[in-house]
């Protein structure tokens, strides 16, 4: 047995869409017979990516989030299916019969990653095979994974504790896309963008000159998080939770310390953080 | 029929090719053998650096399958309906007339007696014709190839090219640094293992190399950068722009109005020298001039001092950011990357872009240029590479069917009359025009001061204008000029050879159908250019020559470009002339036999295998680029088009004192008094700009970089599944629409919001374009790329018509650098936006 999987980690994506194009490439104009009816020209993104703008100017992030089929232990397009259109294979891969699925609207709508798109001309549900086709044929990754230039996508088993993969997730902090989907995906990321916070450090009456090495605290949330503005006088905090309430503290000798409280609802720039000497 | 797979190369990385049935299935990046690969390892802090045995391909070259078969092919030969050529020709109709359908004996014959015509009544000179760079790879069917070689028989008037992506280098920096045998950009030798072992920090000025990718390397660099990132070295982006290198990076943002970044150099210069922190030492021993710029630095000659203050006045960046930046680029190993290939970058291509390209070599000077960690280095090439292999590229005279000597004849071509394409539309439109500079000055600093007029005395004006490969509606400047020109009856006949439609395709009266490299034979190195870029594929992790083999035959009625010009070339009873009595694969195997490869591979062997992959050797001897320089050594590097390498001025710069040049001693010599480009570099604001008069009509300031996923206006029409990332092209009542990137602050102010369709506007053009409301662009600002392929304007044949294909190049100036420069300014444009009612 084995478990097929893609490792995504955000924080080395460069959002050069190589995998989406791959992707196209392998199954625009071409049917697989056993594994996937032919790839429509429009409305179909069997690996998409999603481009996430946060935060404001002069600190905006970006981040891509790549999206394949999550090939989800626990799929609800295979409760959904009629016939056994939709199966697991024993490497986990998760696959829509291209004949039996004929017809099927319903494995569209089960997804909650809507990931499986509908082919109104051949009257099918379609998504990611993770190249199923080509794994068969003794091709060692899925075309995304190939032609990812960042090593941001990873494939492999996880039940083979030597492979890459599998070291991977032990290493890194893994998680699904939506646990709340409770699918239990196979596909699994790292560095999905959470909420931050960023300012600068500026000393009253010395606006010439930056504030570096000025300690900044956050509390909130359970957080208790100190960092110190870089020879800019900036700072931040990342990976912070959505809607909760923080409060930012600046203290430095010979200046009255200052305290900003603030709800995250969404990425926050406090500006400048202007502290005014003692 | 079972599978083939052919080996081909695109204009940004090697591809394996899949055909079934005659038919191209699919195309992945070149699947080699594990076995051919040898990858190098840079070791740095402990760790060691190697490449992944694969081939990073730019993103559009996985679509190559679907440009192959685009809608937008060119089929058949065509004429333009209302063109007769022994009648009414209709000048006036280019770009409104549609076209029908014609056989390629008609259309050869028709091309062929307008040739005979125009040479026998004006002369070869009234022959004058065009080609875009890099719409297909592969040196024999290259531009510099087949097109070259027919017209050079012709002794047409050329047409020289503006140094459009490093205008600022070209014309500036050489005089600083030399380099002119590199057009002005610096060399790159082993500056990957310097930034790995040595860089502490690296500023990022004006260059954005996860998008423009050093030029046609694909992104085998993008992991290189990723390296550094997780070795903790900083990063710092000074760019109107947060662009996507800067997203994955992350690092600090500095958004200087457009048209500051000299101001913002200056101020720089003005905290090391005040504070005492550059290297006084290397000042000393490796330059000349520095009292003089120090002058003017600290306001002794214009009463101006160029403090971080004044510089916030003009830039918008904090002072105390500047002067933050400024003593950490001094207390620690500093990196300039100042465009893709070193040089390079928007900040080059506006108003007197040669002082922010003479700045970034001189505040480099102050800092000890060459020393480890403190170089100029654009962060896409250097990786080790072997150079002793010589495989011809598309610039070597070697590498060209136009003047290679393995060709039994190379047509001389005795025409001295030369265009300059910046001003092509006026020297039709109103002649005479005249400009300073040979284009392409790589072969002395002297090129750049040799003076052109045109016409040119005892040749025609232009009569006969044949077009090839491409468009530049979406990429020179002020284009709408290129419609006018082609709607005048002055040029008697227009001819297209193209692959696709492009936007310039229909306004010929004659168009013809070529192919592309998939279709034809050809030979090729992955990012290789030679010439004036030499070793430009250590760009690459791993140096591949591809035979470029024929997967399919040409489709439809399209030829390969070499049989077209061999067909004309026929009737005009030259054909032996031309073809040198070669076929494309024997022109093919007569460069891989001029080449260094048969050393290392049979013909046999890599005609049948289809790539060989040159690796470094075990004894691989790293040269950073000028640490000779800095260390007063000879040059060590292979950069073989030094001139001054392996003589007795071996340890000089090219400049003429052989030293950094504060004060230029080649302007001295040749424009001492001119003010826009003084031999000591100014600031000067730009002519359109933030303190211009029409400022006030018009106050954003429009910013069109070199694009991320088209090159140039190559892909991006003719790819439509580019179309669906958003990055590209946005979908919108089923129309593919060209972004508009503005603040939150200028949508709100004019009632735009994410996702309308707006329109930019000047009094030189309207383009129509949707908005994409962002944090990531500076207030003021547009951002919008150059190069949409895509002209098309409301009204079909009028120049004046809005265009909704994005063509934001319309609205650019086509007033040059300065008055003795002649460079395009496209980041010099004022423009204002509404939303668009229709």
């Known amino acids: 047995m084995s478990r097929y999987s893609i490792l995504i980690d955000v924080n080395k994506c460069n959002g050069c869409y190589n995998c989406f194009l791959s992707c196209r490439d392998e199954y625009y104009g071409n049917e697989y017979p056993g594994y996937s009816a032919a790839q429509p020209l429009n409305d179909q993104f069997w690996m998409q990516v999603a481009e996430i703008e946060r935060g404001e100017y002069p600190k905006p992030k970006i981040s891509y989030i790549a999206k394949p089929c999550m090939h989800c232990e626990s799929a609800p397009c295979i409760d959904a299916a009629k016939d056994g259109a939709v199966y697991r294979r024993d490497d986990g891969i998760v696959m829509i019969d291209p004949v039996k699925a004929k017809g099927q609207e319903a494995i569209v709508n089960a997804c909650p990653y809507r990931v499986i798109f509908w082919n109104s001309e051949l009257q099918l549900p379609q998504k990611c095979t993770m190249c199923a086709h080509r794994l068969d044929e003794g091709e060692k990754q899925p075309r995304c994974v190939e032609s990812c230039p960042t090593g941001a996508l990873v494939f492999g088993d996880l039940d083979d504790q030597n492979s890459e993969i599998a070291k991977l997730s032990k290493s890194l902090d893994v998680e699904s896309l939506h646990p709340e989907f409770g699918t239990d995906s196979l596909v699994k990321y790292v560095g999905i963008p959470k909420r931050f916070v960023a300012g600068e450090v500026v000393f009253a009456g010395k606006e010439g000159e930056c504030a570096p090495g000025v300690k900044v605290t956050l509390t909130g949330g359970g957080l208790n998080l100190e960092t110190v503005t870089d020879i800019f006088g900036d700072f931040e905090f990342e990976r912070l939770e959505k809607n909760e309430s923080y409060t930012v503290a600046v203290s430095v000798d010979g200046y009255a310390a200052k305290e900003v409280s603030f709800v995250m609802r969404k990425d926050v720039n406090l500006g400048e953080v202007v502290l005014d000497p003692k | ?838």
């Open chain 2, 1 to 838: 029929m079972s599978e083939q797979v052919f080996t081909n190369c695109t204009n940004a990385g090697p591809v394996s090719v899949y055909v079934k049935d005659g038919k191209v299935t699919r195309m992945r990046p070149l699947v080699a053998d594990e076995k051919d690969f040898k990858s190098w390892t840079i070791e740095a802090g402990g760790k060691k650096y190697s490449p992944p045995k694969k081939f990073a391909v730019a993103p559009y070259v996985h679509a190559d399958r679907r440009r192959l078969y685009s809608e937008e092919r060119i089929k058949y030969p065509m004429k333009r309906v209302d063109f007769d050529p022994n009648g009414e020709r209709n000048p006036q109709n280019r770009g409104k007339s549609p076209y029908e359908r014609i056989s390629w004996d008609e259309a050869l014959d028709i091309v062929t007696s307008e040739i005979k015509r125009v040479k026998d009544t004006y002369g070869g000179s009234a022959i004058s014709g065009m080609t875009s760079s890099h719409h297909n790879w592969g040196i024999v069917g290259y531009k510099m190839g087949p097109f070259a070689r027919f017209m050079n028989l012709l002794e047409f008037t050329p047409v020289l090219d503006n140094p459009d992506s490093w205008e600022g280098w070209h014309w500036g920096a050489t005089h600083t640094y030399g380099f002119f045998w590199r057009l002005g950009m610096p060399e790159q030798y082993d500056l990957l293992e310097d930034s790995l072992k040595n860089a502490e920090m690296i500023v990022l000025w004006s260059n954005d190399p996860d998008t423009t990718r050093g030029t046609y390397t694909g992104q085998d660099s993008v992991l290189w950068r990723q390296w550094l990132k997780e070795k903790g070295v900083k990063m710092v982006f000074i760019d109107p722009f947060h662009n996507y290198t800067a997203g994955v990076m992350e690092g600090k943002w500095l958004a200087p109005r457009i048209g500051t970044d000299t101001a913002l150099a200056m101020s720089i210069a003005h905290v090391w020298i005040t504070e005492d922190i550059y290297d006084k030492e290397y000042v000393k021993e490796r330059t000349v001039g520095f009292d003089e710029f120090k002058k003017y630095v600290l306001g002794e000659t214009d009463g101006q001092p160029k403090t971080p203050e004044w510089a916030e006045e003009e830039s918008g960046i904090k002072a105390r950011v500047i002067r933050a930046l400024a003593r950490e680029w001094a207390a620690k190993r500093t990196i300039l990357s100042g465009g893709a290939r070193g040089g390079e970058g928007g900040a080059c291509r506006q108003a007197y872009g040669t002082e922010w390209a003479r700045m970034m070599v001189l505040l480099q000077g102050m800092q000890g240029l060459g020393k480890p960690g403190r170089t100029i280095w654009g962060t896409t090439m250097g990786a080790p590479s072997e150079t002793t292999t010589w495989f011809p590229a598309y610039a070597d005279l070697q590498g060209r069917v136009s003047t290679a000597s393995i060709a039994k004849s190379i047509p001389i071509n005795p025409t001295k009359q030369r265009l300059y394409r910046l001003t092509l539309p006026d020297a039709v439109l109103d002649p005479p025009v005249s400009w300073y500079g040979e284009g392409f000055c790589g072969q002395s600093l002297e090129q750049q001061f040799t003076h052109f007029e045109y016409p040119m005395e005892g040749y025609s004006e232009i009569k006969l204008f044949y077009r090839y490969g491409g468009s530049f509606i979406g990429t020179m400047s002020d284009t709408s000029k290129w419609v006018r020109m082609y709607q005048s009856p002055k040029l008697e006949f227009v001819v297209n050879q193209d692959i696709w439609f492009n936007s310039e395709t229909r306004m010929a009266d004659i168009i013809l159908p070529a192919c592309t490299n998939f279709e034809r034979d050809d030979v090729g190195e992955w990012g290789a250019c030679g010439g004036y870029t030499c070793h430009a594929s250590s760009g690459c992790n791993y140096r591949i020559v591809v035979r470029q083999q024929k997967c399919l035959e040409p489709m439809w009625e399209s030829k390969s470009d070499f049989e077209i010009f061999s067909l004309i070339s026929d009737r005009l009873g030259i054909k032996e002339k031309f073809t040198d009595g070669k076929t494309e694969l024997e022109w093919v195997k007569a460069f891989f036999d001029s080449s260094d490869l048969p050393e290392q591979v049979s013909w046999e062997e890599f005609n049948k295998k289809g790539y060989h992959i040159i690796n470094i050797p075990d004894d691989y001897k790293s040269t950073p680029s000028l640490r000779w320089f800095a260390e007063g050594r000879d040059c060590d590097t292979p950069d073989t088009n030094n001139p001054k390498r392996g003589t007795l001025q071996g340890k000089e710069l090219g400049t003429y004192s052989g030293k950094i040049e504060f004060v230029s001693e080649s302007l001295k010599a040749h424009f001492p008094d001119d003010e826009e480009r003084p031999v000591s570099p100014h600031y000067l604001p730009s002519w359109e700009g933030h303190h211009s008069d029409i400022y006030e009509k018009y106050p954003l300031q429009l910013l069109s970089p070199h694009p991320r996923f088209t090159f140039h206006c190559h892909y991006d029409k003719h790819t439509d599944w580019l179309d669906d990332i958003p990055i590209h092209r946005v979908k919108k009542d089923g129309y593919a629409w060209w972004p508009a990137r503005l603040h939150p602050e200028d949508a709100k102010l004019r009632g735009i919001q994410n996702n309308d369709i707006v329109r930019l506007y000047n009094d030189r053009a309207s383009v129509l374009c949707i908005a994409v409301v962002t944090e990531r662009v500076r207030l003021g600002v547009i951002h919008s790329y150059a190069s949409s392929a895509k002209y098309d304007p409301l009204t079909p044949g009028d120049a004046d018509s809005p265009d909704r294909g994005g063509c934001v190049n319309m609205l650019t100036p086509s007033r040059m650098l300065s008055k003795n420069v002649p460079g395009m300014t496209p980041n010099s444009c004022l423009i204002e936006i509404e939303k668009w009612e229709g």
